[in-house]
């Protein structure tokens, strides 16, 4: 092996180095927001990778000789999967080559859209579709809801409850929302809706899954866009107040964001530059008068969103996607609720090659339109992802490479340029999104589930019922997912244990050749990919609810009248850290009032007192039990706008730290 790197001459290197300096040199000092910078370097990547794809076909495909063996299959196989994660990186880097940023049009429109009397405003009906939430996942949304800034008889709150539930009927009228049932669960999610609208009457519907908390602006920021009667829907991101289960398990709570940020924040809004951004189904506002003219919500598909989307496109409606965070919500809190959501969206997506309305047979859309809503991606990355982790053991195993090898320097001089480019390609897109290792074990980890989803989409797509993602019930134990561990560890285990027979030269299952070099690094790289992922099956127990960090000027009551000054940290529903001066006379048990502008009193009790590091502060654990107004008060208060959990930099040796106390047994406290 050390042989062929010390011979191996530099010139290979040539086109990877002229990738490097062009990033360099040039892209990486462009401001990444204009659409003639994205043009350019997604052009300049497209060309590394045709050249790639070009070579890949005429120089290791069409040579490998017809002789029908297992290699002649397995050649072909690997490059058709290559073609079909080409065309997945083509529609990519299309959709990301044009910019636009929405907020800004937003701020003209609310101010001419809102400059008319308050009478003068539309009526909207704000939907809350819920099946088995608890009430400590709903009362957020209902009081989130309730609490919109807009004129209060210009909009009222519909709990559509699939369930039939008596105490949420009392707490509907307790609140004053609107409690709505139907007699049957048909058609799931879509149906449910499609009842509200035989109910409500308002000229737009806000839509909220019963587990986001809209913003008190969101519909000033929204529905402005409507002046525009082709604006059929405007979505908005989806982000959310608890960490999910990869930024958990991975102990990263604090320094990687979670796994939607890529698409909400970076494609969703590309999309809507070529206007096909399509609707998310939470945190969005549909024009009744569009709904109408597709017959309301479809229901062809579990994803009825994106059916939506597809359909108003067919009547000339399109999607708007506004890029600013309006509402958050709760990310699945388990691996179990991780997988049930991603498993019903891909299936819903592969669901809509097949109806009328979608992107196959839709009437009204053009040939780009058909391409860009083509469910590609769901179609390709986990095939994709498995043949990379396999290539390898394959090949260790039986001696049957991917390509009809030409050498070394030919994989060096043709191949790396490409990953050169797509990994400062995506570095340079989404600095905050995105690191190729930490980013390819959640995509590994969960291909194990997924292919086996896509699968089984393609040979029976639809029989398979609506399945809610679990909400509420949150981690507070420590869980394991076998399944995937296992699988995980078996194609490790291939993969070492054919690295290792084939060091000794009486066990080798493979002749002397250049392409064991590159199977032995690639091999190595997968087991430590492989690795990482595997830390994600080991679920940390987590609490229901997450702290927000508030950073509040606040006065602290204790008996007798004494009062302390503090800040006060972090906040949720049920408790709070402060920090204050250490020569304070507080004991654990203590009774407490907390006092901050805008907030409720909240009597509470101490429960943990620590000296901090600077040895003059002490922090004060204290917690507390609010009900009626108080409680809804501190809900506006924490979850409509004031605070959010986003990770806005990458700290990589965090990064580092966090996988590498976690592989040995010690986790970081999550905050």
């Known amino acids: ?291 109408d003219a597709i017959g309301g919500f479809p229901h062809d598909s579990i994803t009825e969103d994106l059916l939506t989307t597809l359909a108003m496109l067919n009547k000339g409606f399109k999607t708007r996607y506004l890029n600013e965070r309006l509402s958050m919500g709760l990310a699945a809190e388990n691996l179990k609720g991780y997988f049930v959501q991603r498993g019903r969206w891909c299936r819903g997506g592969i669901q809509t090659i097949y109806p009328h309305n979608g992107p196959l047979r839709g009437p009204g859309l053009n040939l780009f339109q058909r391409l860009m809503f083509l469910p590609l991606s769901w179609l390709v990355q986990y095939t994709v992802r498995f043949v990379i982790l396999v290539v390898p053991a394959v090949y260790l195993w039986t001696g049957a490479a991917p390509l009809y090898f030409t050498g070394t320097q030919d994989i060096v001089y043709y191949q790396l340029p490409v990953l050169v480019a797509y990994f400062l390609l995506m570095g340079w897109l989404t600095p905050t999104r995105y690191l190729p290792l930490v980013s390819s074990a959640v995509g590994a980890f969960a291909t194990f589930r997924m292919l086996p989803v896509v699968i089984s989409s393609l040979v029976k797509p639809f029989g398979v019922p609506f399945r809610v993602t679990p909400k509420g019930s949150g981690n507070e134990e420590s869980e394991f997912d076998r399944y995937t561990f296992y699988s995980i560890a078996f194609w490790v285990g291939v993969t070492a244990l054919g690295l290792v027979i084939n060091i000794v030269p009486e066990w080798s299952r493979i002749g002397e050749g250049e392409f064991s070099v590159v199977s032995a690094y690639w091999a190595l790289i997968n087991i430590i990919v492989l690795l990482i992922s595997a830390l994600i099956c080991f679920e940390k127990p987590r609490p229901l609810l997450d702290s927000f960090i508030t950073d509040e000027e606040a006065r602290i009551v204790a008996d007798e009248g004494r009062y302390h000054r503090a800040r006060v940290m972090s906040l949720s529903l049920e408790s709070g850290i402060a920090e204050m001066a250490a020569d304070t006379a507080l004991s654990e048990g203590d009774a407490i009032i907390v006092e901050m502008d805008r907030f409720p009193h909240l009597n509470a009790k101490v429960e943990r007192l620590t000296r901090t590091k600077r040895g003059t502060i002490v922090r004060v654990a204290f917690s507390y039990a609010l009900a009626g107004e108080c409680r809804d008060r501190m809900i506006v208060r924490l979850y409509t706008g004031q605070y959010s959990q986003d990770v806005r930099e990458i700290d990589k040796s965090a990064i580092v730290s966090g996988i590498w106390a976690r592989l040995f047994g010690r986790t970081a406290r999550a905050t």
């Open 1 to 291: 092996m050390v042989q062929y790197l010390v011979g191996l001459d530099l010139w290979p290197l040539a086109p990877t180095l002229l990738v490097g300096a062009v990033f360099l040199i040039f892209i990486t000092n462009w401001p990444r927001e204009r659409t003639w910078t994205r043009a350019l370097t997604c052009a300049f990547v497209l060309a590394v990778a045709l050249r790639y794809l070009i070579w890949r076909f005429t120089q290791t495909v069409l040579p490998h000789p017809v002789d029908w063996s297992f290699g002649f299959f397995w050649t072909w196989f690997v490059f058709c999967v290559e073609l079909g994660a080409f065309a997945d990186i083509l529609l990519f880097l299309i959709a990301m080559s044009r910019y636009v940023d929405r907020s800004s049009e937003a701020d003209e429109l609310e101010r001419a859209y809102f400059a008319r009397p308050a009478g003068e405003l539309p009526t909207v009906d704000v939907f809350i579709p819920t099946y088995n939430e608890p009430l400590d996942v709903l009362e957020r949304t209902i009081v989130g809801a309730l609490a919109l800034d807009y004129p209060r008889d210009k909009f009222k709150v519909y709990v559509l409850d699939d369930k039939r539930r008596d105490w949420l009927k009392a707490y509907c009228e307790e609140k004053g929302a609107i409690h709505v049932t139907r007699p049957d669960n048909s058609h799931a999610k879509a149906g449910n809706m499609n009842n509200g609208l035989t109910v409500s009457s308002g000229e737009f519907i806000a839509i909220f899954d019963a587990d986001f908390v809209p913003y008190r602006n969101f519909l000033r920021r929204t529905l402005p866009f409507f002046a525009d009667p082709s604006i059929g829907i405007v979505q908005t991101p989806q982000h959310f107040f608890n960490k999910d289960p990869v930024q958990s398990n991975l102990s990263l709570e604090t320094v990687w964001p979670d796994e939607q940020r890529l698409f909400f924040d970076e494609m969703a809004a590309s999309r809507d530059a070529w206007d096909v951004s399509f609707c998310c189904g939470s945190c969005s506002v549909a024009r009744r008068s569009a709904l």
